[in-house]
């Protein structure tokens, strides 16, 4: 009776030898989304600022490629929410440009979520920990809390 395997061969070694072809396609076919988290705290322009500038939230975010997606909420503003944005520090810390705004609801607390298309830029400066969410309010027009995207 002749076998179903080549010569040498056994069932055991194609096994193992279908579980190491898996495993490759696993690790090239497919990647696992980067996950980030977002601490929103109040942070006063200036002294003169400080007793309108109140809050606190936190997010979550994914990159999954170059689509970053964040899902977060905040509570406490003393004014209501304006509009809300995705900035670039030089550093980690340090205020940077607005590179991309988001909707937040118009209230002094709610959730959100935003998806972003990031350059190739941009995903440097997100794995260098210069990504920041911020978000303004009718009483802290200039931004009422900032949180980085952190690992």
């Not at 929410?81 to 940077?96: D, M, N, Q, W």
Request: hydrophobic share 45%; proline share 7%.
């Amino acid at each position: 009776m002749a076998s179903e395997y080549p010569s040498g061969s056994s069932p055991r070694a194609s096994l193992r030898a279908a579980a190491a072809v898996a495993a490759v396609i696993a690790m090239f076919g497919a990647h696992a989304a980067e996950g980030f988290k977002v601490r929103l705290t109040p942070v006063p322009i200036e002294a003169s600022t400080a007793a309108k500038t109140k809050g606190s939230g936190s997010a979550s975010a994914s990159l999954d490629g170059s689509t970053l997606t964040v899902t977060g909420s905040f509570t406490g503003l003393v004014g209501a929410a304006t509009v809300a944005g995705l900035h670039e520090g030089p550093v980690l810390g340090v205020r940077g440009p607005v590179v991309a705004e988001f909707t937040v609801p118009q209230s002094a607390s709610g959730s959100f979520n935003a998806e972003f298309k990031l350059t190739p830029a941009q995903l440097t400066s997100l794995h260098q920990g210069r990504l920041y969410l911020q978000i303004h309010s009718a009483a802290a027009p200039d931004g009422n809390l900032w949180g980085w995207l952190l690992p």
